[in-house]
């Protein structure tokens, strides 16, 4: 039962494009989420967080959606630079556990080409 | 600030075999998580301890998998006997409080 599902293992993006990328959730519990990025033989660091009570959180270049209603969010990075190539995974808990109890998806690899 | 340590870095036993993984959070960091993440996906978490306590080990496989954290810093994780499925890398995190997590960089393990 994946209860955070990123359905693209892979997305390949132009160098100063708009890289997206998607996260769709089942458990209606869920109401923090958040997005970590990962370097090869290095653990997954954190990147941006949104909570139920907003649908859009900004950080430099990224920006985080969030559809409640479609139990859907988006990270959107703009623009997309060579060192944002990396895994990047979706997070979801409640807000009671804060980021202490994560599920996580699959992940995406993201490829900025020159 | 010093991150998250874990050793060893990478690991290969012979199934059957004991294994151990050792990680050091971050200094003040009273939260501490141990995670296994199979090839292709997401991290899952294993058990998570606020100070000594463990006070989520639902997903431990208790059978073959043990971890303790003595004095409420470093902590050990354990599979004795390994098994073949258990090939993954082992993710160690820490954390202050309920904003976010802190990986350490992972034990990669091979069970042959």
């Known amino acids: 039962d994946q209860q955070v599902k990123q359905n693209s293992p892979s997305l390949s993006v132009q160098e100063g494009r708009i890289s997206i990328l998607n996260c769709d959730y089942t458990?209606?519990?869920?109401?923090?989420f958040l997005w970590y990025k990962k370097y090869p033989a290095e653990g997954p660091t954190f990147l941006i967080s949104i909570s139920s009570i907003k649908d859009k959180n900004e950080d430099g270049r990224f920006t985080v959606f969030l559809n409640k209603s479609a139990k859907h969010l988006s990270l959107h990075i703009v623009p997309s630079q060579p060192g944002d190539s990396a895994v990047y995974f979706c997070a979801a808990s409640d807000q009671y556990q804060g980021a202490q109890k994560l599920v996580f998806g699959q992940g995406t690899r993201l490829t900025i080409n020159p | 600030e010093a991150g998250v340590v874990q050793s060893p870095r990478y690991k290969i036993i012979e199934k059957k075999q004991p294994v151990a993984f050792w990680c050091n959070p971050i200094?003040?960091?009273?939260?501490l998580y141990w995670y296994r993440q199979n090839l292709g996906q997401g991290p899952e978490l294993l058990i998570r301890?606020?100070?000594?306590?463990?006070?989520?080990d639902s997903q431990l496989p208790k059978d073959r998998f043990s971890a303790e954290r003595l004095k409420g810093v470093d902590s050990t994780l354990k599979i004795q006997p390994a098994e073949l499925g258990d090939s993954a890398v082992y993710l160690c995190?820490?954390?202050?409080?309920?904003?976010?997590?802190?990986f350490g960089p992972g034990t990669r393990l091979l069970v042959l």
């Open positions: 200094s003040g960091h009273n939260t």
């Open positions: 995190a820490s954390s202050p409080g309920v904003e976010t997590q802190y």
């Open positions: 301890y606020e100070n000594e306590e463990a006070v989520d």
């Open positions: 458990n209606s519990m869920f109401d923090y």
